[in-house]
């Protein structure tokens, strides 16, 4: 057992590959691209930037992200810098929840749709080129779809599906399309119904916050990834305005029958943290093998299903088993040069410094103060009186620390834009940091950067520096109001990383969806990652809890008839303690 113990400690202790490396790009979840306004309520007077039912596609060697209502969509080289694309023409009504596919030299992209509507291509997405494919689909029996739909091309046997399905009432549907028939249904009543939720004895699938709603739950967000042989048919579930929005997998050795539950569900789940929900995307391979997962966080601000977007980690290991990796999903990674070969290789050892940090500001809105600006929750924020050049907030970081990145999230309070005019609808701020809190260093000035929108703005340094205290100086938003939910700063101290937490018990409930979780804090932690999984060394799942909070967590995500085992981990300002022992349930 020892010696298990000291495996496990040099796995979750690794150092990033990417350490003797030079500036190595770095990203954090919500991605930073200019989300554009969403007008689906705009009969409710107001507006909001949402990012929703992601599906990032690597076509030719670069990536397109396309998303719900977006009037375009997203160019990348590198996963880091996104070019937002308008198309030359828009043949229909704009996209929601859209399937794109990349095969050989042609990108093909089909909508959402209860009706008629064709299928389309692009030899030239960068250019925004896109013409039609086939002329339409033709029309399934009411309410069947394809709604949240999925295109898939098997390249083993040249075969082509549709998976589709977004419902509480209805599975996730398969069919065949003919390539013969430019992508038709090969036939037209051989759709198959192949998931449907089970609730009962699948605890992630219950809805509600943490699983606690007895509401019937939703599916939706089909994907296809074929690995190995086996096919993973992914699915969203329970529900999209939840912290524990989350992705599952089925697996078959046939694209439309046989499909199993896989007991390692859900594959890619975070319900606690800064960005929490990772249900609803899709996984593609970058440039290096690399595979990834998609995923829409929930904001619900201005609206209930308001939701930026996120990609995480995934792979496939030694059994095939599919997982991705939301441990600090919402902090610093780098960007991969190579393979990985361990799940926590691009983690970058940053460290969350401002975690309920005091903060000044130049003024404040009525009850919308400053302490709003670190708690770590997208939905409380704060609004300055007002919207103009110069208005400033002032982080005292209590002692100083080596700080390497920033995350400013904005906030749509009472917004009243209904366009995206790139003229009209940007962000500038500049960062200063300092020591004394009186000489101050330029840190950024977006001022002189090329203009564009940046709700979510992510800016790493190319060199760390030595600050105790951070100010954001603010230019300009196209929003009436100027509101912040978090102002994140990212780093290390020069302390130690907390102890490793130790009592870790975990009783399982005479209901077995559930756990009851306990363990004995540490001094000077900011927070513990509780890990879990099928098997000792398959401790895929995290879920964050802040050490203001209460040293108990009832999981209830846990699969009926699978054995599950634990561990803890502590973090703070300088690091990351080694996992406890793994345990299992009692």
Same mark, same amino acid.
């Given at each position: 057992?020892?010696?298990?113990?000291?495996?496990?400690?040099?796995?979750?202790?690794?150092?990033?590959?990417? $350490?003797?490396?030079?500036?190595?790009?770095?990203?954090?979840?919500?991605?930073?691209?200019?989300?554009?306004?969403?007008?689906?309520?705009?009969? #409710?007077?107001?507006?909001?930037?949402?990012?929703?039912?992601?599906?990032?596609?690597?076509?030719?060697?670069?990536?397109?992200?396309?998303?719900?209502?977006? !009037?375009?969509?997203?160019?990348?080289?590198?996963?880091?810098?996104?070019?937002?694309?308008?198309?030359?023409?828009?043949?229909?009504?704009?996209?929601?929840?859209?399937?794109?596919?990349?095969?050989?030299?042609?990108?093909?992209?089909?909508?959402?749709?209860? *009706?008629?509507?064709?299928?389309?291509?692009?030899? *030239?997405?960068?250019?925004?080129?896109?013409?039609?494919?086939?002329?339409?689909?033709?029309?399934?029996?009411?309410?069947?779809?394809?709604?949240?739909?999925?295109?898939?091309?098997?390249?083993?046997?040249?075969?082509?599906?549709?998976?589709?399905?977004?419902?509480?009432?209805?599975?996730?549907?398969?069919? *065949?399309?003919?390539?013969?028939?430019?992508?038709?249904?090969?036939?037209?009543?051989?759709?198959?119904?192949?998931?449907?939720? #089970?609730?009962?004895?699948?605890?992630?699938?219950?809805?509600?916050?943490?699983?606690?709603?007895?509401?019937?739950?939703?599916?939706?967000?089909?994907?296809?990834?074929?690995?190995?042989?086996?096919?993973?048919?992914?699915?969203?579930?329970?529900?999209?305005?939840?912290?524990?929005?989350?992705?599952?997998?089925?697996?078959?050795?046939?694209?439309?029958?046989?499909?199993?539950?896989?007991?390692?569900?859900?594959?890619?789940?975070?319900?606690? !943290?800064?960005?929490?929900?990772?249900?609803?995307?899709?996984?593609?391979?970058?440039?290096?093998?690399?595979?990834?997962?998609?995923?829409?966080?929930?904001?619900?601000?201005?609206?209930?299903?308001?939701?930026?977007?996120?990609?995480?980690?995934?792979?496939?290991?030694?059994?095939?088993?599919?997982?991705?990796?939301?441990?600090?999903?919402?902090?610093?990674?780098?960007?991969?040069?190579?393979?990985?070969?361990?799940?926590?290789?691009?983690?970058?050892?940053?460290?969350?410094?401002?975690?309920?940090?005091?903060?000044?500001?130049?003024?404040?809105?009525?009850?919308?103060?400053?302490?709003?600006?670190? #708690?770590?929750?997208?939905?409380?924020?704060?609004?300055?009186?007002?919207?103009? $050049?110069?208005?400033?907030?002032?982080?005292?970081?209590?002692?100083?620390?080596?700080?390497?990145?920033?995350?400013?999230?904005?906030?749509?309070?009472?917004?009243?834009?209904?366009?995206?005019?790139?003229?009209?609808?940007?962000?500038?701020?500049?960062?200063?940091?300092?020591?004394?809190?009186?000489?101050?260093?330029?840190?950024?000035?977006?001022?002189?950067?090329?203009?564009?929108?940046?709700?979510?703005?992510?800016?790493?340094?190319?060199?760390?520096?030595?600050?105790?205290?951070?100010?954001?100086?603010?230019?300009?938003? &196209?929003?009436?109001?100027? &509101?912040?939910?978090?102002?994140?700063?990212?780093?290390?101290?020069?302390?130690?990383?907390?102890?490793?937490?130790?009592?870790?018990?975990?009783?399982? #409930?005479?209901?077995?969806?559930?756990?009851?979780?306990?363990?004995?804090?540490?001094?000077?932690?900011?927070?513990?990652?509780?890990?879990?999984?099928? $098997?000792?060394?398959?401790?895929?799942?995290?879920?964050?809890?802040?050490?203001?909070?209460?040293?108990?967590?009832?999981?209830? &995500?846990?699969?009926? !008839?699978?054995?599950?085992?634990? $561990?803890?981990?502590?973090?703070?300002?300088?690091?990351?303690?080694?996992?406890?022992?793994?345990?299992?349930?009692?």
């Amino acid at each position: 057992m020892k010696n298990l113990c000291f495996i496990f400690a040099l796995l979750w202790v690794a150092q990033p590959i990417f $350490a003797q490396t030079s500036s190595p790009k770095t990203y954090c979840n919500p991605m930073d691209i200019d989300y554009k306004y969403n007008f689906e309520q705009l009969n #409710d007077s107001i507006s909001y930037r949402s990012g929703a039912d992601p599906v990032i596609i690597n076509h030719k060697g670069e990536y397109y992200l396309f998303v719900t209502i977006s !009037g375009g969509w997203w160019h990348s080289k590198d996963l880091l810098a996104w070019k937002y694309i308008v198309p030359d023409k828009w043949p229909m009504e704009d996209m929601c929840a859209p399937a794109a596919l990349s095969v050989r030299d042609t990108l093909y992209l089909f909508q959402s749709t209860f *009706e008629q509507r064709p299928i389309f291509y692009s030899l *030239e997405p960068e250019k925004g080129k896109l013409l039609f494919y086939n002329r339409w689909l033709p029309r399934l029996p009411p309410l069947i779809g394809p709604w949240d739909p999925a295109l898939f091309h098997d390249e083993d046997t040249d075969r082509w599906f549709m998976y589709w399905g977004s419902s509480n009432t209805y599975p996730l549907f398969g069919a *065949e399309l003919d390539k013969r028939k430019r992508l038709t249904y090969k036939d037209l009543n051989a759709y198959k119904g192949l998931i449907y939720l #089970d609730p009962k004895n699948h605890g992630w699938e219950r809805f509600g916050r943490n699983h606690r709603d007895t509401i019937r739950p939703f599916t939706e967000g089909a994907w296809m990834t074929k690995h190995k042989g086996k096919y993973f048919l992914q699915y969203g579930a329970p529900g999209t305005e939840y912290n524990v929005y989350a992705n599952g997998t089925y697996v078959s050795d046939d694209p439309l029958e046989g499909f199993k539950y896989a007991p390692y569900n859900p594959i890619s789940y975070k319900p606690g !943290g800064f960005m929490t929900g990772a249900g609803h995307g899709n996984t593609f391979q970058d440039n290096h093998g690399n595979y990834w997962n998609t995923g829409t966080p929930w904001i619900a601000v201005n609206w209930n299903f308001e939701r930026r977007i996120a990609m995480f980690p995934t792979g496939f290991d030694k059994d095939n088993q599919m997982f991705a990796n939301t441990r600090f999903g919402d902090f610093p990674h780098y960007l991969p040069t190579k393979k990985w070969t361990n799940k926590d290789e691009l983690f970058t050892g940053w460290m969350l410094l401002s975690y309920k940090k005091t903060v000044t500001a130049s003024s404040a809105k009525d009850t919308f103060d400053t302490q709003k600006l670190t #708690d770590e929750n997208p939905r409380t924020f704060w609004v300055a009186k007002q919207n103009k $050049a110069g208005e400033n907030l002032v982080m005292d970081l209590k002692e100083i620390f080596e700080v390497k990145a920033f995350q400013i999230n904005y906030t749509d309070y009472k917004s009243n834009i209904y366009d995206n005019i790139p003229e009209k609808v940007y962000t500038q701020f500049k960062l200063f940091h300092s020591l004394d809190g009186k000489n101050w260093t330029l840190a950024t000035d977006l001022t002189t950067q090329a203009k564009r929108d940046r709700p979510c703005a992510y800016i790493a340094l190319e060199k760390p520096v030595k600050a105790r205290y951070i100010k954001y100086e603010h230019v300009y938003v &196209a929003s009436p109001q100027l &509101a912040i939910s978090d102002f994140r700063v990212f780093g290390n101290g020069a302390g130690k990383a907390p102890k490793t937490p130790t009592k870790l018990t975990v009783k399982r #409930d005479t209901d077995e969806r559930n756990a009851f979780i306990t363990w004995e804090k540490v001094p000077n932690a900011v927070g513990y990652n509780i890990l879990w999984g099928i $098997a000792k060394d398959k401790l895929y799942q995290t879920y964050q809890i802040w050490n203001d909070e209460p040293n108990t967590l009832e999981l209830r &995500a846990l699969t009926v !008839g699978q054995k599950y085992y634990f $561990a803890i981990e502590a973090f703070n300002e300088h690091g990351v303690s080694v996992a406890s022992e793994v345990v299992g349930e009692r």
